[in-house]
């Protein structure tokens, strides 16, 4: 592989799809990962009208068409649209040849065998790409915090992980429902001015405690801890201690503070906890894909066309971990 070629990362969630080059210290686009098809055929003849729309133009659209997202809860369940969704990224967002470029997708930690099989199919198969890797979406987020070792934590639009990965509110919520200070008021885009109050804190609240929304599960600092004590007791430690949140849904403000508290509250006393939030948290599964796919070391791991046309898409699960 030539040098000049850069590898396209593209990172995709079940609410937003980032895409750019390796290399790079931000996505080049961010569009939602969204398919819509016109409603009734017909009505726009004559306007040019397309059987499918991907992204921001299906969402302007969206009075006329059946919006999908074919990815749920991480995971792609609609491989026609998904594909839509990768043809768009190419072709229109980042407006590259994807046979010039190697791929880097990535993956939600519970992605089924036949899932990654069938992503290493299309991006061979249909659009040529010379090379190609799928990489765990929270590993990526832990390397894009310059570590190797560490718990995190990934909560996007449509799905939170938590993941472990060692080297080869009570008094506060009655203290909001009762104060107006708390009270902000926003301007819609239709011009019309609404106060929140304090909603604006009992929303996140439901990460910590489900059971406002009448869910059973248990928060994520529950699920945090548990993770930790599922690991060996000699790698607890280093868990405690690099605790890395990524995803948009970590970007309310405070919330590493309120998870410091809560994990130090679960965890041993004699235990240093320390959460990580890097500002730029919400794009750090594309950041690390973008610097994993840009190190010298990297370019052996790829898997090649060639091993692809010799192995078939099993070559996957072979090269990638």
């Keep these: 592989m030539e040098e000049e070629v850069a590898a396209l990362v593209i990172d995709n969630g079940s609410g937003m799809c980032k895409a750019g080059f390796a290399g790079d210290d ?6 939602p990962s969204i398919v819509g098809r016109p409603r009734h055929h017909g009505i726009m003849i004559g306007m040019g009208q397309k059987d ?10 969206r009075g006329i068409l ?7 809860h991480g995971v792609v369940t609609n491989w026609d649209d998904m594909e839509k969704i990768w043809h768009h990224t190419f072709y229109n967002e980042l ?14 930690p519970i992605n089924p065998k036949s899932n990654r099989e069938k992503m290493t199919q299309i991006v061979f198969e249909t659009f040529n790409a010379p090379a190609f890797y799928v990489s765990i979406q929270a590993v990526l987020s832990l390397y894009a915090s310059g570590r190797t070792t560490g718990i995190v934590l990934d909560s996007g639009d449509g799905v939170t992980h938590v993941v472990p990965i060692y080297e080869d509110f009570e008094q506060e919520i009655q203290t909001a429902s009762q104060s107006s200070s708390l009270e902000k008021s926003y301007e819609l885009p239709d011009g019309q ?19 406002v929304l009448g869910l059973e599960s248990g928060g994520i600092h529950v699920t945090t801890f548990n ?3 599922k690991c060996d007791v000699d790698v607890r430690k280093d868990l405690y201690g690099n605790i890395v949140m990524s995803g948009g849904t970590t970007m309310y403000p405070g919330i590493s503070d309120r998870m410091q508290k809560e994990i130090t509250a679960l965890a041993p006393s004699s235990m240093k906890v320390k959460i990580i939030a890097p500002p730029e948290r919400k794009y750090s599964v594309w950041i690390g894909g973008s610097i994993l ?20 898409p099993s070559i996957v699960h072979r090269k990638c971990f």
């Design 66 to 72: 059946t919006l999908r997202y074919p990815i749920e």
């Design 26 to 31: 931000a996505p080049r686009a961010v569009f």
């Design 227 to 229: 993770s930790i004590m």
């Design 193 to 211: 001015v609404i106060t929140i109050g304090n909603e604006r804190f009992r929303a996140p609240e439901a990460l910590f405690q489900p059971s």
């Design 95 to 108: 407006r590259v040849a994807p046979e010039e470029h190697p791929v880097l997708l990535t993956e939600a």
């Design 293 to 312: 796919a840009s190190l010298s070391t990297f370019q052996q791991m790829w898997i090649s066309k060639q091993e692809y046309d010799e192995a078939g």
């Design 52 to 61: 499918s729309y991907v992204g921001d133009e299906a969402q302007s659209k």
